[in-house]
C-alpha cells in the first residue's frame, strides 16, 4: 500500500528493539508439524509440575464458576491473608501479580527511567533485560562464575546510574544457587538507593541448610523485593499468578502501576487452596527429587556433564562435536520437548524439567537413541 505508515517507527524506541520472549514448544504445535499423537509427547521444556494440579485447587475453581460473570476481588483480599498466615507477613508487604513477572514489569516502571542502568547476571532470566529495554535503560550484564551469580562482581557493577539489581535464586536456566551469607554480604554493599529485585521462583524446591528465605531478610534491607510464583511448586502456570513481598512503601508505589483485576477469580481463589495443601507440595518436591536423582545418574551413564541444580530442571552439555540444535530436534522427532538455551549464551547445553517417573524414562531412552 503506497504511503502507507511505518508504524515500527513510531513505537517506543526501547520496544523496537526487543524480540518476543520464546517460551518452550507447545505439545500441540509439535504434533502438527510432526504428525504426532498428542498424548504421546512429553514435555520437559518448561520447568511446569508434572503432577497436574492439587485437588484442592480444582475443587476451589469448581466454587468460582458461578461467580463468571463478576470481576475478581481487585485487592486479592483471601489470598494476602493466606499468605499473611503462611509467610508471617503483612498484607501491606503484598504485590499480587499474574504471574511474578508482573513484578518485575511493575518495579521496572515504577524506579527505572530512559538512560538508567540495571544489572543483571549472565545466563540469569532473559525477562530482565526485556522489562528493562522498555523503558529505555541500560542492561549491565556480569559475566557468571560457574554459571551463577558472581554477587562481588555484580556490587562492583553498580554505579550512580544503576537502579535496580536483578538476583535469582535459584537461578534459571543454571539452577544454580546462593547461600546466605553471600547474599548478607551482597545486601551489606550495595547503597540502598539501589534497589534489589530477588526472585526466587523456585524457592520451594531448595533444601539446603545455608539457602536463604529472602522474606527473612525484609526488616534488615528495606531496598529489597522478594518475588515468588504459584507455577511451579503449586502446579498453576495456567492460571498466571505471582506474588512481591517489599516495605510497605514499596509495595504502594508497585501497587499504583498494578492493572484493575490483573490476577483472576480462578487463580486467587485456587493459589489460596494450594497454598495450604502442604501434601501436595510434599509430592510435588519428592517427585522432584527422585527424578533430579534419576536424570543424573542418567547423565553419568551417558558420560553426559551437567550443572548441579536445586531447581525442578537441570542443563546437560552435550558430547564434543555434537551440535545441541540437532540433538534438540532428535528429541523433538522423538516426541520429546526440551529447551536450547543458546540464548542464554550456552550453546552446548540443553535444559530439561524434571518430569514425572514415566517422562523421565521416555526421556532418558529418547536421549540415549539421539546420541547413539
Known amino acids: 500500500m503506497t504511503g502507507a505508515v511505518d508504524f515500527t517507527e513510531l ?78 507477613i503483612r498484607p501491606e508487604q503484598i504485590t499480587l501479580g499474574n504471574g511474578s513477572s508482573d513484578i518485575l514489569d511493575f518495579i521496572t516502571r515504577v524506579f527505572v527511567n530512559d538512560g538508567d542502568e540495571i544489572v543483571v547476571s549472565q545466563h540469569a532470566f532473559a525477562i530482565y533485560g526485556l522489562v528493562a529495554k522498555m523503558v529505555g535503560a541500560n542492561t549491565i550484564e556480569v559475566p557468571a562464575r560457574n554459571f551463577g551469580h558472581d554477587l562481588e562482581a555484580m556490587a562492583s557493577a553498580v554505579t550512580e546510574k544503576t537502579r535496580i539489581v536483578f538476583i535469582t535464586n535459584p537461578n534459571n536456566p543454571t539452577g544454580t544457587w546462593l547461600t546466605k551469607t553471600e547474599l548478607v554480604r551482597f545486601m551489606d554493599q550495595v547503597p540502598q538507593r539501589v534497589l534489589v529485585l530477588l526472585d526466587e521462583a523456585y524457592f520451594e524446591y531448595v533444601d539446603e541448610a545455608e539457602y536463604p528465605n529472602g522474606l527473612r531478610l525484609l526488616d534488615q534491607y528495606p531496598n529489597l523485593v522478594v518475588t515468588r510464583t504459584f507455577s511451579k511448586a503449586y502446579g498453576l502456570a495456567s492460571l498466571r499468578v505471582g506474588y512481591g513481598v517489599s516495605s510497605p512503601e514499596i509495595a504502594d508505589l508497585l501497587n499504583r502501576v498494578r492493572p484493575p483485576f490483573n490476577v483472576d477469580s480462578f487463580a486467587l481463589a485456587a493459589a489460596k487452596a494450594t497454598l495450604t495443601d502442604t501434601d501436595y507440595v510434599s509430592r510435588s518436591v519428592a517427585e522432584n527429587n527422585a527424578g533430579m536423582k534419576r536424570l543424573v545418574e542418567a547423565f553419568d551413564a551417558l558420560n553426559l556433564s551437567h550443572i548441579p541444580s536445586v531447581g525442578n530442571f537441570v542443563c546437560f552439555k552435550v558430547p564434543t562435536g555434537v551440535n545441541a540444535m540437532d540433538v534438540y530436534q532428535g528429541l523433538l522427532q522423538r516426541g520429546v520437548i526440551v529447551r536450547p538455551v543458546a540464548n542464554y549464551e550456552m550453546p552446548e547445553y540443553l535444559r530439561v524439567s524434571i518430569g514425572t517417573s514415566a517422562e523421565n524414562e521416555v526421556f532418558v531412552a529418547a536421549l540415549t537413541a539421539v546420541l547413539s
Not at 33 to 59: F, H, R, T, W, Y
Open 11 to 88: 513505537a517506543v524506541e526501547g520496544v523496537r528493539g526487543l524480540r518476543p520472549y520464546q517460551p518452550g514448544k507447545p505439545i500441540d504445535e509439535l504434533a502438527r508439524e510432526l504428525g504426532l499423537n498428542e498424548a504421546d509427547i512429553v514435555k520437559l521444556a518448561s520447568n511446569e509440575n508434572p503432577l497436574g494440579p492439587s485437588p484442592k485447587a480444582l475443587d476451589a475453581i469448581r466454587n468460582e464458576l458461578a461467580d463468571l460473570t463478576r470481576y475478581p476481588d481487585g485487592a486479592g483480599f483471601e489470598l494476602k491473608k493466606a499468605l499473611c498466615e503462611a509467610l508471617d
